[in-house]
């Protein structure tokens, strides 16, 4: 059986000015798949991702996310997607429950809806003891565990993670890790954009992209195999200097 | 010893930063500090460069005591924050010749020591320092950072957001620096950037858990390690969590790091388990150890 396309963009392209960040990428994502974006910095992959995501009109081509046009329906695309930064994430000021309460309401959940959803949570990642806690004194990992499940209240179809286990420490980021597999499990596609490789290693498929397009898209090791290396990293290192 | 610390231990309210940390680093040394965020390093570069004070303990850079001779010290060192430190408002130009006037030198006295970092930003001297890309911010902070010469650079998470090429060739640049007899502290959060220092110190919570030379750290990692793969990754990782037998079960990219509790370790056996379980294509191999299983071992 075909699994359904969740993100499918053909020749998408973003121009500023003279200067093409994104230039004409043709790629689909499936249902439950963990997707790996990368690139280096400036690349063009916050600049795709923002197409994606409904908050930037693409120049040329065209993308659907969860079903709607990016360039039609953006509105739609945003109640059907989810979203996670390392650099914002939560509200340090409030707690644990405000900080649920808050995104739910955001994502236009009912009370009676984030109550439940509050209590899953809270349960899900044995947060009981401290969710009349300010969010800015839990230790790092924590508040990423509780920002992707944040991210997660509304079931959206995609959660877009933007470099998520940058900078915690290794056992922090592999529990991170089987809840991103977790979620996948449960069919909510995965989009990680990092430049961080070891990150690209867990992903099921990686593309790469290279001055606006994608120069690689393959499983990991395909990938390796492909260019006969040990690493993501040295992958990686190949493609850029070409 | 190019820098000794002795028995460092620092808190803010509540929260203990650094535990009774010791290590030395021998002169012409590059010495990694690695460490996830919050491990205590950044408070310890801090502590060596003279701009916080330690509740306990003594250290010593270049053998100036960080208290008592902390003037002789800021003239023996580089410091490379984590966080961009330069004036944005200033050119590339402006802020090299601001640092080497401060420490009463100029850029021609040491253009051969910088020359190789600063030629690949000279094409942009006229660009304000805000307005470079990130892997040139760096660059022009590692040439400030160098332009008066110092005993001993302290380079708190130089790679730390950097691309793979950047980062290679920022280690590259390293390297090099390091030849010319110039002492190298790095912190890194990066387990992978570990193998590339002469010896390491592994950070967590406020303590070392362990300090030698990567491959003799690698060394002590006590079990046999397999790379385990299957069709669902979920799967495999929830049922070896519930295999009797388990040591310790990680995702490690696209394989999972296993170790059994056994000396003899019965393969068949975990295989037939894994299949009753329904999973298929199943894959066990012994594989190396890194840095980052020893780590999680310590840690553990």
Redesign the interface.
């Known amino acids: 059986m075909k699994k359904e396309n969740v993100i499918e963009a053909t020749n998408l392209t973003k121009t500023f000015g003279e200067f093409t960040a994104v230039n004409k990428i043709t790629f689909e994502v499936k249902k439950g798949e963990i997707f790996g974006f990368l690139g280096a910095n400036g690349a063009g992959k916050t600049t795709a991702m923002k197409m994606l995501i409904g908050i930037s009109i693409p120049s040329e081509g065209q993308a659907t996310v969860a079903g709607y046009d990016v360039s039609t329906r953006p509105e739609d695309i945003k109640k059907s997607i989810g979203y996670m930064s390392q650099k914002f994430a939560l509200y340090d000021d409030l707690t644990v429950k405000e900080n649920i309460t808050f995104f739910g309401g955001i994502y236009g959940l009912k009370r009676s809806q984030i109550r439940i959803k509050s209590e899953e949570l809270i349960n899900n990642l044995g947060l009981q003891e401290v969710s009349n806690d300010l969010v800015g004194s839990l230790p790092l990992g924590w508040k990423q565990k509780i920002s992707f499940s944040v991210a997660l209240l509304h079931d959206p179809k995609i959660i877009f993670l933007d470099e998520p286990t940058g900078g915690v420490d290794p056992i922090t980021r592999r529990q991170f890790w089987e809840m991103i597999y977790e979620t996948a499990h449960k069919g909510t596609t995965v989009f990680v954009t990092t430049h961080y490789m070891d990150e690209a290693e867990y992903c099921d498929r990686v593309s790469i992209m290279v001055n606006g397009k994608i120069e690689a898209l393959d499983t990991p090791k395909k990938l390796k195999e492909q260019f006969k290396v040990d690493s993501m990293n040295d992958v990686f290192l190949k493609l850029a200097r070409e | 010893m190019s820098i000794s610390v002795q028995h460092i231990s620092k808190s803010f309210d509540k929260v203990t930063a650094l535990k009774d940390i010791s290590f030395k680093v021998k002169e012409g040394e590059l010495f990694g500090l690695i ?5 205590g390093k950044t408070t310890l570069f801090r502590v060596l460069t003279t701009l916080l004070f330690a509740d306990e303990g003594t250290a010593t850079v270049a053998d100036f005591d960080v208290v008592e001779d902390y003037k002789s010290i800021r003239n023996s060192v580089g410091y490379m924050p984590g966080k961009f430190s330069l004036y944005q408002d200033l050119t590339v130009e402006e802020n090299l010749t601001f640092f080497a006037t401060i420490f009463g030198t100029t850029i021609e006295e040491n253009y051969d020591l910088i020359k190789e970092i600063y030629v690949q930003i000279e094409p942009f001297k006229d660009r304000r320092a805000g307005d470079l ?3 040139m911010k760096q660059k022009l902070a590692l040439s400030c950072a160098l332009i008066h010469k110092p005993k001993v650079l302290f380079l708190d998470e130089p790679t ?7 980062r ?1 060739e920022f280690w590259e640049m390293l390297k090099r620096l390091q030849k010319k007899g110039i002492t190298i502290l790095v912190s890194t ?4 950037e570990a193998a590339l220092c002469d010896r390491i110190a592994l950070i ?1 919570d406020g303590e070392i858990l362990e300090i030698d030379t990567p491959n003799d750290i690698i060394k002590t990692f006590p079990k046999k390690l397999y790379n385990i793969s299957a069709n ?4 495999l ?1 929830k049922n070896l969590n519930a295999y009797k037998h388990q040591y310790s079960v ?5 394989f999972v790091h296993y170790t059994d509790q056994r000396n003899d370790f019965k393969k068949e056996e975990l295989i037939n388990y894994l299949k009753e379980n329904n999973l298929k294509n199943i894959t066990i191999t012994e594989t190396a150890p890194t840095i ?1 299983d020893v ?2 071992e310590l ?2």
């Open positions: 460490g996830p965020d919050g491990a890309s990130g892997g730390t957001g950097v691309d793979p090429v950047s290679k959060p990066y387990m992978d967590q669902n990754m979920y799967q990782i990680y995702p490690f990219g696209e980052e780590f999680m840690a553990k």
